[in-house]
């Protein structure tokens, strides 16, 4: 498995982690056949979230990571926390956020919420969970400061910031913000293609401050999550009709590497020089390893290029 410098430090960790979204859904058994399977194709990183299955997802992982056999030293794992859940608002099985809170005492609790779920001692990486629009700067840094010097996080990062709001809250903590989860895949590339078409009629609205060039000028450690889907909840693109050319090459390019189209997507992603961590999704122990194989995929950069025009976007 290919390893990362994460965020510009001697820390080393998987290039592909597991996300764990999804394992509220699964049985204890299942989960437990899911981190194993993440660890025998060398998965080293966990994401999670209090929010995931309103709690249900780390509670789950508990029990599993207890059957599992598998040691705290086997993985680094990271939360994010911030979002305030409202049961009435429900969609599909997912329940939405209420609001956003970024006080002290929220991410306080809510780091202590994660690891009395987990059943950790301390979390290797906290994240904001999607940016508060009243959040207080001085209140994140005192809660960043009591967590790590309590133990309880060792590193900080954000999710879903753009560029200046990622830099409000690095000017204000002592820490270095390592990460920042972002959606990324060959067809939601927003990230690329606004930077391919500056000042060209046809360019779509640069939101992120062109956070993917900031990333890699200061080092922060881009996480793609939703790396086999389009749009937000449509669904994955790997063998849907409506992508037939992006699957035409992900299957020419599978065989000729020996892996599966999720992996040729997970090795698109890594292709790009921002060093970008792939979050997968699954929970199907076939479809982890299948994924994660695509680390040890190197694509030429005509192959890059081929599968990004494939996906339906284009050059200026």
């Known amino acids: 498995m290919k390893q990362l410098r994460l965020g510009g430090t001697d820390w080393q960790a998987s290039a592909v982690a597991l996300g764990i979204m999804r394992m509220s859904t699964l049985s204890v058994e299942d989960a437990t056949k899911a981190l194993q399977a993440a660890h025998e194709a060398g998965i080293t990183y966990i994401d999670s979230a209090d929010i995931y299955g309103d709690g249900q997802s780390e509670r789950i992982f508990k029990e599993a990571f207890k059957a599992s056999g598998l040691k705290r030293d086997d993985f680094y794992i990271q939360s ?12 599909d099985g997912l329940v939405f956020g209420q609001r956003y809170d970024f006080s002290k005492q929220h ?43 309590s133990g309880k996080v060792r590193h900080f990062g954000v999710s879903n910031f753009n ?87 992900l299957q020419k390019l599978a065989d000729k590497y020996g892996v599966s189209k999720n992996g040729i997507a997970t090795a698109w992603i890594l292709r790009h020089p921002a060093n970008i961590q792939v979050l997968l ?9 299948d994924s994660a194989a695509g680390a040890d995929v190197t694509l030429t950069k005509q192959e890059w290029y081929d599968l990004y025009f494939a996906a339906g976007n284009y050059l200026p």
């Open 163 to 249: 560029v200046q709001q990622y830099l409000l809250v690095q000017d204000a903590v002592d820490q270095k913000l390592m990460f920042n989860q972002l959606q990324f895949s060959a067809a939601h590339a927003q990230m690329v293609t606004a930077g391919l078409r500056v000042n060209m009629d046809d360019s779509p609205a640069i939101t992120d401050g062109g956070m993917l060039e900031f990333a890699r000028r200061h080092n922060i450690t881009i996480q793609a999550w939703s790396p086999f889907q389009y749009g937000l909840f449509e669904g994955m693109f790997i063998n849907d009709p409506k992508f037939p050319k992006l699957n035409a090459e």
């Open 107 to 149: 991410l306080l609790d809510a780091v202590d919420g994660i690891l009395e779920r987990t059943g950790l001692d301390y979390l290797d990486a906290f994240l904001l969970h999607r940016p508060d629009p009243l959040m207080e700067p001085a209140e994140v840094a005192d809660a960043f400061n009591d967590l790590q010097q």
């Open 281 to 289: 999704g699954t929970m199907n122990p076939d479809h982890i390893k």
């Open 80 to 91: 994010k926390g911030g979002i305030v859940l409202d049961p009435k608002r429900s969609h």
